[in-house]
């Protein structure tokens, strides 16, 4: 007579939980060993780890803030300034860049020789360069070449344009901000041009005969029928181009903008908490990025076809 | 199942090895760039590492002229460069067997305290929260110098208060944004400060006009205005905003290594002192003055007490040149910086520079 229980060995259902086991015990045993490790060398320096430096005074000024700020706040005041200063960039530069990305990505598909091939061009250029030599372009080639703010170019008569950045009536963008957010938003909406693009010509041919079988014009076909089918094909890499943007306003401190980043760096150069810094900075990241993840997986669900 | 089961759990495995690989790197603390000497374990044993590798391993900037900057032959130069210089000729008497690496200001404390370097000389401020919490060792100060704003000449602005609601370009990870906050706080000032990690984007930035003054250390400012597009249309203003000793620095932890780099720096001035220069080296070791001859290391043995020859302020003297020397050659009347030595004058001549007695 065979013994029909098999053993435990030979269980799949055993292995299954066996071997996640092992895994999550080996990456506990990788923190604790790396966090002794860092705890040891850090005693060897006489650098003790902590956060307590948070409630210092910072000492430091930034350039630009939406909300008050002087050099005798708190140093988790100044990271609040810098977080909304990239938020401030990351916010702007989603909406703007998906409003270039999704014309660019249309008009890539038009019937138009001209418009066709300008696109080309454009998602060609930006998708194949450095974003940092982009910034760096947009800064000096574009902003600082612009003339000194006493003979500022005056567009529509409400818009100045000078070395000090656009003049709107109501307020100034600084040539930092204004690099940066450009330089952002044609970068990403070159990427996104090509989402869009793939995302529309992913829908069947048979949707656009039908819908212009029912008489609607080339417009219409687009805005009613095709593009909320391309739209579930376009919302998940899209929400990695905007995971993107928002990582990439790292980059402001390249351009001079005080963004987060910059304001960890001096946090950092004048307390020397290099691990604790880099601690706050990838949680920030993290749940900035999160967050637009949440967000867009929630939108997602609503253009999914809804399978009755 | 079984599968998807397989790849969950060796995932995690991959990394934990990679891990491990990493975690073994960063206890060897062997963050070197690739192709070159690994550098010493943390702190402990720097000393011996330095020594069996023949090589010291040096910390510099590489962007400022007179103080460290690569020449069009690939060399480099600088004062920074030469108190390497002056360690590598106590230790191996051979003043090349150094190997620079070039640090930017944010970069550098961690270079130094995971040991990537052995020793950081390349213009750095000693203050006490340096000392203390980012756990360096200062030797003495090399260069003694101030903060100070430069602006164009054309520009009417002529003091500090001048730049009110004003842009100034700065650049990060050095002492110079806190000082100029400071001082502005202290005046009542407000400016908008524009700062930037790269001192060549810094510069360029002024340059450019976007900023109406920026801030440095006034040497760097002479330094980095000699290859600014037009030397001549700016000015430095006289205010002066901060003292800025800038000396080297290691790792704390290794006392014998720190004790080391403090006497070849003394010995630069000591030299200066005692009128002995890489021309006339030769002829004071038959001097007869105790003095000289104990700094020479012709009589007694502290060299050997450092864990040197006894001649090794000798080896500094034939190879680099005392401090006058060194500095002539490369902040001097001879050079385009023209930067005069100021309080960098021995303290015979009313300058700071002083150094304890070798005895």
Not at chain 1, 166 to 171: A, H, R
Not at chain 1, 270 to 286: C, H, N, P, S
Not at chain 2, 28 to 41: D, M, Q
Request: charged share 20%.
């Amino acid at each position: 007579m065979t013994n029909l229980k098999p053993s435990i060995w030979r269980d799949v259902r055993f292995w299954r939980i066996a071997l996640q086991l092992v895994a999550v015990l080996l990456a506990a045993v990788v923190v604790v060993i790396l966090w002794g490790n860092l705890q040891r060398n850090l005693r060897q320096l006489g650098i003790s780890f902590g956060f307590d430096f948070l409630k210092q005074q910072a000492s430091f000024d930034i350039g630009e803030t939406l909300i008050s700020y002087k050099p005798t706040d708190t140093y988790s005041h100044a990271l609040w300034v810098g977080l909304i200063n990239s938020l401030r960039v990351a916010i702007a530069g989603i909406f703007l860049t998906t409003i270039i990305g999704i014309s660019a990505g249309i008009a890539r598909l038009s019937d138009n020789w001209l418009v066709r091939n300008i696109t080309m061009v454009y998602v060609e250029i930006f998708r194949n360069t450095p974003l940092l030599l982009q910034l760096l372009f947009w800064y000096f080639a574009v902003f600082l070449s612009f003339p000194r703010t006493e003979n500022k170019i005056s567009l529509w008569g409400f818009i100045g344009v000078s070395q000090n950045g656009l003049e709107l009536p109501w307020f100034t963008l600084s040539p930092e901000f204004s690099a940066l957010l450009l330089g952002l938003t044609f970068y990403t909406g070159a990427f996104i041009a090509e989402i869009v693009r793939g995302g529309i010509q992913s829908v069947a041919k048979g949707q656009w005969e039908a819908a212009r079988s029912l008489g609607l014009k080339p417009g219409l076909v687009m805005r009613l029928v095709i593009f909320p089918q391309a739209l579930r094909v376009i919302i998940p890499p899209l929400t990695s181009q905007y995971l993107n943007l928002t990582k990439n306003t790292s980059l402001a401190i390249a351009i001079g903008y005080p963004d987060i980043y910059f304001v960890a760096s001096t946090t950092f150069n004048q307390t020397g908490k290099a691990v604790e810094v880099i601690l706050l900075i990838m949680l920030t990241y993290l749940t900035l990025s999160l967050t637009i993840s949440v967000v867009m997986n929630l939108f997602n669900r609503t253009v999914q076809i809804k399978e009755r | 199942m079984r599968n998807s089961a397989l790849i969950l759990a060796i995932a995690p495995l991959v990394f934990a090895i990679a891990a491990c690989g990493e975690n073994s790197g960063q206890t060897a603390n062997t963050s070197g760039t690739p192709g070159s000497n690994p550098a010493a374990p943390a702190t402990r044993n720097r000393w011996d590492n330095i020594k069996s590798r023949g090589q010291v391993i040096c910390g510099v900037s590489g962007e400022v002229p007179g103080f460290s900057f690569v020449g069009t032959d690939g060399k480099y130069s600088g004062i920074d460069v030469d108190v390497c210089r002056a360690i590598a000729a106590a230790l191996f008497d051979n003043p090349d067997a150094v190997e620079f690496r070039n640090l930017n200001s944010k970069e550098r404390f961690t270079a130094l305290q995971t040991g990537e370097v052995d020793i950081l000389s390349r213009n750095t401020t000693w203050t006490l929260s340096r000392d203390t919490s980012v756990g360096l060792e200062f030797a003495p100060v090399v260069f003694y110098d101030g903060q100070a704003i430069m602006v164009r000449k054309n520009s009417n602005i002529k003091s500090l208060a001048d730049l009110k609601d004003k842009a100034i370009c700065v650049q990060t990870g050095t002492t110079t944004e806190q000082n100029l906050a400071d001082q502005m706080r202290k005046r009542g000032i407000t400016y908008k400060p524009v700062v930037f990690e790269d001192v060549n984007v810094t510069f360029a930035t002024y340059a450019q006009g976007r900023c109406d003054g920026i801030t440095a250390d006034r040497s760097a400012l002479v330094s980095r205005g000699t290859i600014l597009p037009k030397p001549e249309d700016n000015v430095i203003l006289n205010e002066v905003i901060s003292s800025e000793p800038l000396a080297p620095a290691v790792a704390k932890g290794d006392a014998r290594w720190g004790d080391a780099v403090k006497w070849v720096v003394y010995s630069l001035v000591k030299a200066e002192e005692l009128g002995i220069t890489s021309q006339n080296v030769g002829q004071f070791t038959a001097s007869t003055d105790p003095d000289i001859k104990r700094f020479l290391g012709t009589e007694g043995n502290l060299g050997e007490g450092l864990g040197l020859t006894n001649d090794f302020a000798a080896r500094i003297i034939k190879h680099v040149g005392n401090y006058a020397e060194v500095y002539d050659r490369n902040l001097g009347p001879k050079t385009k910086l023209n930067l005069a030595r100021g309080q960098n004058q021995l303290w015979s001549k009313g300058g700071l520079l002083y150094s304890p007695p070798f005895r």
